[in-house]
């Protein structure tokens, strides 16, 4: 998971809770992405950034919201936490000419 | 984006050939198949992606049938530690997004 670093790895929430969730990348890559992984699925994608000041909706937007502020960061924030938000999140950026995704370690997020 | 048909798991035996099969009836001309894996709760990995031309790097082979509507991941001796969720995906050039569907899991026996 070298290159992209997820903050924080582990977070309990009450229902109607707000947080954000951090990524960050020391590659300079353009690209980032936020994924949700429900137990036992696979990864939907959130939200995209292709580049600084830029961003894109996925397949499950609602309920959350991004900010690319600069090229190294991308964060994902919920406004108000619902128990259908608990799930694993990662981060991933798309690297420049050889079009690969490289992953964070992920955050574990559960709301009661 | 196309989208891709998996099976839900397989098994192969420790040291035999894993052949990892991915529908893709609709894919377009401009679309390129890759391949990710995600072993326990990581994060996916990438392995290896391909357009018409069958690819091999040091971890699998990509076989894409001529028509491009289906292709085979090939891992050549598959280890107890290619145990792990395979991903299939059709993306469109460089500028569109991944979306990963639900992949097979990959079970290798001892």
Not at chain 1, 67 to 81: D, G, I, M, Q, V
Not at chain 1, 90 to 103: M, P, R, V
Not at chain 2, 26 to 34: A, H, L, P, Q, R
Request: charged share 20%; glycine share 8%.
């Amino acid at each position: 998971n070298a290159g992209v670093t997820q903050t924080p790895k582990f977070q309990v929430l009450k229902t109607g809770q707000s947080m954000t969730l951090q990524c960050a990348q020391d590659m300079n890559h353009n690209s980032m992405y936020w994924y949700r992984q429900d137990p036992g699925m696979g990864l939907r994608l959130i939200y995209y950034s292709a580049s600084e000041g830029t961003t894109d909706k996925g397949e499950v937007p609602n309920g959350y919201n991004v900010s690319r502020l600069n090229k190294r960061e991308f964060s994902l924030r919920l406004e108000s936490a619902a128990p259908s938000q608990t799930s694993v999140y990662f981060c991933a950026i798309e690297g420049t000419g050889n079009e690969k995704l490289f992953f964070g370690s992920g955050t574990q997020l559960s709301v009661l | 984006d196309a989208k891709t048909t998996q099976p839900p798991s397989m098994d192969c035996a420790e040291g035999r050939a894993a052949n990892l099969p991915c529908n893709h009836s609709t894919i377009s001309g401009n679309e390129y198949v890759y391949w990710y894996r995600q072993i326990h709760s990581q994060g996916p990995q990438y392995i290896i992606h391909g357009l018409k031309n069958n690819e091999t790097n040091e971890m699998a082979s990509l076989i894409i049938t001529e028509d491009r509507k289906s292709s085979t991941l090939i891992l050549p001796h598959a280890t107890l530690r290619d145990t792990a969720v395979y991903y299939c995906i059709v993306r469109e050039g460089n500028f569109n997004k991944f979306y990963f569907g639900s992949g097979t899991k990959l079970n290798v026996k001892p």
